[in-house]
């Protein structure tokens, strides 16, 4: 076999068999097939397209091209989570405790942000000493104690996927939907969990700007899991303002407690219910709907959420007591309030921008190698609906950078648009996809 020909084949609007796509990743992972022969692949991929069968042969090459984790010591059915990423989101934060505190074991393998603010990774460092560079060891016993772990994902989870994946990223073939599909299954899949819950963002934050492609991702992405026999179910969210108010790493942990304490925003609460109540089901934890609401606000209420998030904070080596104590968490120098221009109702948020000023004062990461500052980031006042008067507060900006932060401040104005007459916000959960 030749990549030179099965790059033509695909040029042509071709379909490549099971054995080439094999061939291609495995040689591929083995450094024996350039990057520029990959990358005219993924250009030709991107154009062309792929049929079911080449997505389900390119996920299952990526998901054994390295280590496969192997969960059987740890009882009972493992739930794992995904979201396809978005601006303020920290749900795994709060969601991984509230399901574990209802008993479904959790083993989640999680990689850290690109762009905008951190991945979960970076936001859990807020708390000092957290690593989620555990062994493989530790992260069964650890889920078989307390119920919860989530690994960095090593370098040996799907590398196939990891070496493609950077390649994308630089050569504009990223957001297509069976690469994306195939890329986030790939690793899932390799991480051993029995279910996988799925929140596929949708609108002007998310991968997905228009929700008919993030439902069909959403489709796609289950076929591919149910196919691999792992039980998998999507939640199609909205992702055109930021999810709850926090952006920013350590901002984002203090409202993941808030809401462990049942004072979270109501949009980020909503979303860690709906996700929840898949877990439960698919962990086998419920009877129905109405019962695994029941059972994750009951563990709000009580408590034992947040006793189950300091376990666990600490079982990975962090500070505990920052759970109980958010004064503990990184702090900014400054905080500044950036106030209204004008009268009216928010109609829109452009939800990228936010991200972005939150990158810009140092909270996300603008190369692979840059540091987070886990400190910044802003805190919205008003979201999509609501009436704002002329010198009003919009956000608090938390920065350590004042030239940073005045930059910040003008970008964050352009962000928001308004209308003289009263808006209605965006449904929050737009459908759930399940086999
Ligand atoms: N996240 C991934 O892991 N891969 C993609 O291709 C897109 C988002």
Redesign the pocket.
Known sequence: MRMYDLIMKKRNGGILSKEEIEYMIAEYAAGRIPDYQMSAMMMAIYFRGMNAQETVALTMAMAHSGDRMDLSAIAGTKVDKHS??GVGDKTSIALTPMVAACGVKIAKMS?RGLGHTGGTIDKLESFAGFTTGITAEHFVRQVNEIGVSIMGQTADIAPA?KKL?AL?DVTAT?DNMS??AS??MS?KLASGADAIVLDVKTGSGA?MKEEEDSFALAREMVTLGNMAGRKTIAVISDMDQPLGCAVGNALEVEEAIATLRGEGPEDFTKLCMTLGTYMLLAGGAAADEEDAAKKLQRVIEDGSALKKLARFVQAQGGDAKAVYDTTLLPKASVAEEITSIQDGYVAKIDCDEIGICSLMLGGGRETKDSVIDLSVGLLLHKKVGDYVAAGESLATVYANDSKKLAEVKERFLKAYHFKAQPVLPAQLIKGVVQA
Do not use: C, E, H, P
């Open positions: 396809t990423g990689g996927d994946y994308r990223v690469l994306i890329s986030i690793k991968f």
